[in-house]
T-cell receptor, first 113, second 116 residues
Framework: QKEVEQDPGPLSVPEGAIVSLNCTYSNSAFQYFMWYRQYSRKGPELLMYTYSSGNKEDGRFTAQVDKSSKYISLFIRDSQPSDSATYLCAMILLSGSARQLTFGSGTQLTVLP | KAGVTQTPRYLIKTRGQQVTLSCSPISGHRSVSWYQQTPGQGLQFLFEYFSETQRNKGNFPGRFSGRQFSNSRSEMNVSTLELGDSALYLC???????????????FGPGTRLTVL
């Protein structure tokens, strides 16, 4: 079993829809949670960063973390065709001086105009 | 502020050769991490360097190595290339001074390596 499982998609929605992207994790030692967006043939771009349970909002994006259920989500409101990309959840585990970022496999999202 | 830069952007090599990839972090960032991205395995952690010291290493063979210079620039080397090494190699930098937001990692555009 992978440490981080992400709904694989692909996901196709009409413009204006609310999108929900989800990841579960098995290691309760993960301390920081991120969502990245990756356009084709580009590096991942950091969208959201959080470390506590609850919701964090930034514009049309809301990141939700539930540490008790080991579950994180990213919601995109009023989705736009420019949101079409692969979304990756990522988590950081700190151990002494070592730090490792573990990614989900990514969800490919297409927003249709 | 300039972002993370990686050179070269594209590289074609043949089996058995070796390759060196370069990464320049965001100014002021002292941590550089390397990742391999493939369609089958996704993004996998290779190693992290901080203050010229390797702090953590992923589950990759010894053919993959790296180093960091005093100006925080980093290089990654792959020796005796195999077909399966074809991938997008990504570098990410962060402040990593303490905890919290210093752990945010910012990625470069990657180097796409093709092994023939």
């Amino acid at each position: 079993q992978k440490e981080v499982e992400q709904d694989p998609g692909p996901l196709s929605v009409p413009e204006g829809a609310i999108v929900s992207l989800n990841c579960t994790y098995s290691n309760s030692a993960f301390q920081y949670f991120m969502w990245y967006r990756q356009y084709s043939r580009k590096g991942p771009e950091l969208l959201m960063y959080t470390y506590s349970s609850g919701n964090k909002e930034d514009g049309r994006f809301t990141a939700q973390v539930d540490k008790s259920s080991k579950y994180i989500s990213l919601f995109i409101r009023d989705s736009q065709p420019s949101d079409s990309a692969t979304y990756l959840c990522a988590m950081i585990l700190l151990s002494g001086s070592a730090r490792q970022l573990t990614f989900g496999s990514g969800t490919q999202l297409t927003v249709l105009p | 502020k300039a972002g993370v830069t990686q050179t070269p952007r594209y590289l074609i090599k043949t089996r058995g050769q070796q390759v060196t990839l370069s990464c320049s972090p965001i100014s002021g960032h002292r941590s550089v991490s390397w990742y391999q991205q493939t369609p089958g395995q996704g993004l996998q952690f290779l190693f992290e360097y901080f203050s010229e010291t390797q702090r953590n290493k992923g589950n990759f063979p010894g053919r993959f190595s790296g180093r960091q210079f005093s100006n925080s620039r980093s290089e990654m080397n792959v020796s005796t290339l195999e077909l399966g090494d074809s991938a997008l190699y990504l570098c990410a930098s962060s402040l990593r001074e303490t905890s919290g937001r210093d752990n945010e990692q910012f990625f470069g555009p990657g180097t796409r390596l093709t092994v023939l």
